[in-house]
Structures are given as C-alpha cells and as structure tokens.
C-alpha cells in the first residue's frame, strides 16, 4: 500500500522545484507575462500541501483551514497566471467563489461538524474545479499555440476535475469516512495522480512558453526583415537624392561662379566709364553728378555681392588661401573701398600703430571689413558716422564696428547670421540677408568669435575676435578689396 504522507512529501517537493524552475524562466524571460505567477503558484501550493501533511501534528487550525486555503490561494494564482499569459484578465467570479468557500463556508464546516471529511473534500474539488475549468477555457479560446499541446492539456485537465469531484462524491457515498492523510488506497490513488498532473501540467506550461517565445523570435524577425528592407530601399532613395542634389549643387556652383565672373567685366567698365566722364565733365551739373555718384554707389553694391557671393563659393568649396597678413592694413584698404561713393568721410577709423599679424586669407577677410562696414552704412543715417576701430588685446586682435542706425527687434537677435534672413525692420533698405551670414562664417572659417550687441533704434555694434600670429608680413602686398 502507498504510503499517503510520502506521497503528499513528493508532491511538496515536485512544486517546490517547479515553482523554482518558473521563477527561474521569468528571470531570463521577463517579457513572457505570467511566469511569475507560475512560479508563486506552484510554491503557495507546495506550503499548503505540507501543512496538511503535518495533519495531526500541529493543529486543525493551521493543517485544515490554512492549508486547504494555501492550497485554493494556489490554483487561483495558477488561472490568473495563464490569463496573464493569454491577455485576459482574471474573472470577478472565480475571486468571489475563493473568497465565500475558503473563507466563509470552509471555516463554517470545520467547527460546525469538524469530522465530516466528505463534505470539505467536495466543497475543495468544486472550487478548485473552477480554476481549472477557467484554465480549460482559456486553452479552448486561444488557437496560437500548437493544437496537440493544447488538446493534451485539456484533456488532463477535465480528468483531474473529474476525479477531484469524483473522490468528494465517493466519499460521501461511501460509508466510514478515513482522514486525507490516513493510508487509504482511493486518496494514495487520487495523490498519486495529482502528483502525475502536475507534472505533466509543468510540461504543458512550458511547452505553451517556449512556443510564444518560437513565436515572438519569428515575428521579431519577420519585423526585422521588414525594417532591413525598408531601410534599404531609403537609404537607396537617399543615395539617389543624395547624387541629385550633389548634381544641382554643382550646376548651382557653376552657374554662381559664371554669372559672378561675368559680372565683374561689365562691372569695370561702368566704373571705367563713370571716371571718363567726371575727367571730361570738369564741372558738370548738378543732376549729372548727382546721377553719377548713384551709377557709382549701385556699381559698389553689385561689385560688392558679387565678392559677398565668390567668398560663400569659395567656403561651400573649402577653397582657403591664407597666407601672412596684416589686419591693419587690411582695415585701411576697406575703408578706401568707399571712398568712390563718398562715403569714406562717415567712417572713422582708428587703429593700433603696432601691426596686427594673423594668418589668413586676405580677400575673405577684406570681404569681412567691407560687409560689416557696409551694413553699418547702410542701416544709419547719413550724418551720423560709423566707428571703426581695431585693437589688440593678448594674443587676439579684436575688430570693433559701432553704428547709430535702426538697430535690431531683440527677439530676432537669434535669427540674426541664418541665410537669407533680414529684420523686419530693414524692408525699407535693399539686401539680400547674405553679408552677416557670410561674415559669421568668414569669422568661423578663421577661428575667431563674433558678437553682435544692439538696441532697436539706438544702433548696433559688432565684435570680432581672430587670433593674431608671430609671422612677419610684408606690408607691400597688393590690397585684395580692389581686385
């Protein structure tokens, strides 16, 4: 005869070391839901069964009561495990039918007829009965998982509800109720078989996780396919973009550097022109001179964005020449770059009598002087004048421009350098928003820093810092402002 508290010791083990094997799985697969679950239900109810193996040992209080509800706490954990696992959620009713038998009618029972072991067992093979019918549903509903795994599990399962409500039934039918733990051979047969379902149960639950994982590696890799797809097809769009627009680019650069070179021969001979007819015209009228100071200030300008345009295609190229220079000088040649329109007389210069050596490429540079001072012109005034002035402070040479004109709206201070962007408040004045562009990359192109402070309607002062150098310069270099 087998001997029912080994049996009961087995089965405490075998979910001991089930639940343990759950926990385990979750910890290195905790995207999986419910393992947890899994886990504690199997632990909860290993600790029930070894209280009601200590029947008789220690008190009906704990063996009975707390251990039938150990045992039900169990299966409930067990059901909300697999809805966990399934995406549903756990049924009200099944925590309403745990709740009234094991904590209302279950106590009732012991202490109203504390030997009457029929009815307790009925009563535990119903409810329990309910989880796993819950279980066999869920398993019913989801045909994800493979079709044998699943008819396997619920077929065990509907047997082991069958004998627990059967052994109730029995039981009651049968005259001479024995106590569960007492060597009878229909509870050693029903042990035995609880201990056999629950581990074809572990089997069958690890069977469904390691299928949903089967499944997610093949859907993640579909997905992953997919994206190695689509990104392939982008990044060939791209590449296709990316030729296009180096094409258009290069048609662009072309085109500005044609258009800027032909530019600059007509250019000339306007000026040439002008300076013919002021050497013949000794004392012209007054609507010719003032007709020829306006040819001379628009060929400026023009000369002036065709510089600004060959120094933006010359940094879009990388194309840099720099050589031994002197800032000075340099500052010198741009302001009698405006003595043709006559605006020389506004600007007053000042300098430090001491040279100011840098390495860098002097037409970027005298395109610099010539667009800081030009703006200052042109947003002031006619009679305020522009301060220019350069000093030396250290080891950097700071370039300091300061007007009285319109100034800049504060909030569009941060805008001020983006291509193309002018102020609001400068409509009423020809330009392109390319001068303060260019020349804040000019500065960057030469390492330096440039800061512009201004009040609306009080003027604008601008800052440039470049790094001076200890090379000689030769001071008889031609002026690059005028080529």
Not at 100 to 120: K, M, Q
Not at 132 to 141: A, M
Not at 239 to 260: D, G, I, T, Y
Request: charged residues 20%; proline residues 4%; aromatic residues 8%.
């Amino acid at each position: 005869m087998l001997d029912v508290r080994t049996l009961l010791v087995v089965i405490l083990v075998v979910a001991v070391l089930q639940g343990i094997g759950f926990l385990v799985l979750h910890r290195t697969q905790p995207g999986v839901p419910g393992l947890r679950s899994y886990g504690m239900a199997f632990i909860i109810f290993a600790i029930g069964m070894a209280l009601t193996a200590a029947r008789g040992a220690i008190s009906d209080l704990y063996s009975i009561l707390l251990g039938n509800l150990l045992i039900g706490l169990g299966h409930l954990v067990l059901a909300d495990g697999l809805c966990r696992f399934f995406g549903k959620r756990r049924p009200h009713w099944l925590d309403m039918i745990f709740a009234v038998s094991y904590l209302v009618v279950f106590p009732l029972c012991v202490f109203l007829d504390p030997g009457n072991t029929s009815i307790r067992v009925l009563l535990s093979g119903l409810v329990l009965g309910s989880a796993f019918l819950l279980i066999v549903w869920l398993l019913w509903q989801d045909e994800d998982y493979p079709r044998p795994l699943r008819w396997t599990l619920i077929t065990l399962t509907l047997i082991h509800v069958t004998l627990l409500n059967g052994r109730g039934i029995v039981m009651i039918l049968t005259p001479g109720q024995v106590e569960m733990v007492a060597n009878d051979p229909l509870h050693a047969l029903l042990f035995m078989e609880t201990n056999v379902y629950m581990t074809f149960l572990f089997v069958g639950l690890v069977g469904l996780v390691m299928a949903r994982i089967t499944a997610d590696i093949a859907r993640k890799n579909r997905e992953l396919t997919t994206e190695i797809g689509i990104r392939r097809q982008l990044q060939e769009d791209l590449s296709v973009s990316f030729a296009k627009e180096s094409e258009l680019r290069q048609q662009q650069q072309h085109l500005l550097h044609l258009v800027s070179h032909e530019f600059r021969t007509p250019l000339a001979i306007i000026e040439r022109a002008v300076e013919m007819i002021g050497v013949l015209m000794t004392a012209p009228p007054a609507a010719i001179s003032e007709r020829l100071s306006a040819i001379r200030e628009a060929v400026r300008r023009q000369r002036l964005l065709v510089q600004t345009f060959l120094a933006t295609e010359r940094i879009d190229e990388g194309i840099v020449q720099k050589e031994p220079l002197d800032l000075r000088s340099l500052g010198q040649d741009a302001v009698c770059y405006f003595a043709s329109t006559g605006q020389e007389a506004r600007i007053r210069f000042s300098a430090t009598q001491e040279y100011l050596p840098m390495i860098g490429d002097a037409a970027m540079l005298s395109t610099l002087f010539v667009n800081l001072l030009d703006n200052a012109l042109k947003y002031s005034p006619a009679d305020k004048p522009v301060n220019f002035e350069l000093r030396r402070e250290g080891d950097r040479a700071i370039t300091s421009i300061a007007d009285q004109g319109i100034g800049i709206p504060p909030e569009e201070l941060e805008h001020i350098g983006q291509r193309f962007f002018r102020a609001s408040n400068a409509s009423s004045h020809s330009g392109t928003g390319l001068g303060l562009h260019t020349a804040m990359r000019l500065v960057e192109l030469h390492e330096g820093e440039m800061r512009i402070d201004s009040s609306q309607g009080q003027g604008t002062t601008i800052l440039v810092s470049l790094p001076l150098s200890t090379y000689e310069v030769n001071t008889n270099q031609p002026s690059l402002v005028k080529a």
